[in-house]
């Protein structure tokens, strides 16, 4: 995990049977103010991670040695933002390109990571967040929270193309992922209320939307959302993470919506509130039988543990 106020990496130790956080040890990366952020894994340099330095304009390639809690990460490479693009926020990795959402000049960065020189930057509006591809169209989409709006990128022409998010169904796209047949995207909502919506990406760029209907999730402000990993047994369905990152009449939930399986119905919702409230809850990730959820103003990781575990 990242902790962006001192960029620190935290190496959290599980138990290999029951998936329980057993120790926890931070290390720093960097200076205390670069601001570490994203954090993904790399399948071309296997055993090492992609970072973000936010404040100081710095991708990086990390070991974090995750075979010891004790052993300290290490910066095996720095790439410095091009172009003038500043506010490296969210990474991720597609072949030889990382896709970055750089919050602080309102762009998306699509840069070569075997030779940095060659790069795209996209203007995007306020502010971009997270970037994934289309499973089927190849599109890159991009959330943005401020506008509350969609951009669609075509990497193969460079176009493109806001998809505003209808009034109706809600503001503030944020948690945005790549799933079964197309991208998935979580609304937040405003300060005053959640809408508890998420949606699907088809590969025409048309949106399904659905909404929670248990009482608790009718006004969930919905900040992240995960799949199961590969090889879980469990029936088809979505992790969603509300928060209360902006507002305090909202509640911190982990949730769990099953679908049929064409992807297209939801058969129901499950509901588990995080042991702190407003801990402005921030990140989610599904284990094989258990989920980890951050709980960001407490500093603490929480964890669901699926019944017979």
């Given at each position: 995990m990242s902790q962006m106020s001192n960029s620190r990496l935290v190496k959290l130790q599980l138990?290999?049977?029951?998936e329980q956080v057993?120790?926890?040890?931070?290390?720093?990366?960097g200076s205390s103010d670069a601001m570490l952020h994203g954090l993904t894994v790399s399948s071309r340099?296997?055993?090492?991670?992609?970072?973000?330095?936010?404040?100081?304009?710095?991708?990086?390639?990390?070991?974090p040695r995750a075979d010891s809690l004790e052993a300290t990460p290490c910066i095996e490479r720095e790439i410095a933002v091009p172009g003038g693009g500043r506010g490296p926020h969210y990474v991720n990795e597609y072949g030889d390109t990382l896709w970055?959402?750089?919050?602080?000049?309102?762009?998306?960065?699509?840069?070569?990571?075997?030779?940095?020189?060659?790069?795209?930057?996209?203007?995007?509006?306020?502010?971009?967040?997270?970037?994934?591809?289309?499973?089927?169209s190849g599109?890159?989409?991009?959330?943005?929270?401020?506008?509350?709006?969609l951009l669609r990128i075509d990497p193969r022409t460079g176009r493109t193309s806001q998809i505003p998010v209808p009034v109706e169904q809600g503001s503030t796209p944020v948690g945005l992922i790549g799933g079964p047949g197309g991208i998935w995207v979580v609304l937040l909502g405003t300060a005053k209320a959640g809408t508890g919506t998420f949606g699907?990406?088809?590969?025409?760029?048309?949106?399904?939307?659905?909404?929670?209907?248990?009482?608790?999730?009718?006004?969930a402000s919905l900040l992240h959302l995960a799949f199961d990993p590969p090889g879980t047994t469990r029936e088809p369905g979505l992790?969603?993470?509300?928060?209360?990152?902006?507002?305090?009449?909202?509640?911190?939930?982990?949730?769990r919506v099953r679908f049929d399986p064409s992807w297209a119905r939801?058969?129901?919702?499950?509901?588990?509130?995080?042991?702190?409230?407003?801990?402005?809850?921030?990140?989610?990730?599904?284990?094989?039988?258990?989920?980890?959820?951050?709980?960001?103003?407490?500093?603490?990781?929480?964890?669901?543990?699926?019944?017979?575990h």
């Open positions: 138990d290999s049977r029951t057993t120790a926890a040890k931070a290390f720093p990366l340099h296997p055993g090492r991670i992609w970072a973000t330095h936010e404040s100081a304009d710095r991708l990086l390639l990390v070991d970055v959402t750089l919050k602080g000049s309102d762009q998306v960065l699509a840069l070569d990571h075997t030779r940095p020189g060659r790069h795209r930057l996209f203007d995007a509006e306020p502010h971009p967040i997270f970037a994934a591809q289309h499973p089927v599109d890159f989409y991009v959330s943005q929270d401020t506008a509350s709006s699907r990406i088809d590969a025409e760029g048309r949106i399904l939307w659905h909404r929670l209907n248990h009482p608790l999730g009718r006004a992790w969603l993470l509300a928060s209360t990152i902006v507002s305090e009449q909202a509640r911190d939930l982990i949730i939801v058969t129901g919702e499950e509901y588990a509130a995080l042991p702190t409230q407003l801990c402005k809850a921030h990140r989610l990730l599904p284990l094989e039988n258990s989920v980890l959820a951050t709980e960001l103003t407490g500093a603490r990781v929480a964890q669901l543990i699926s019944a017979g």
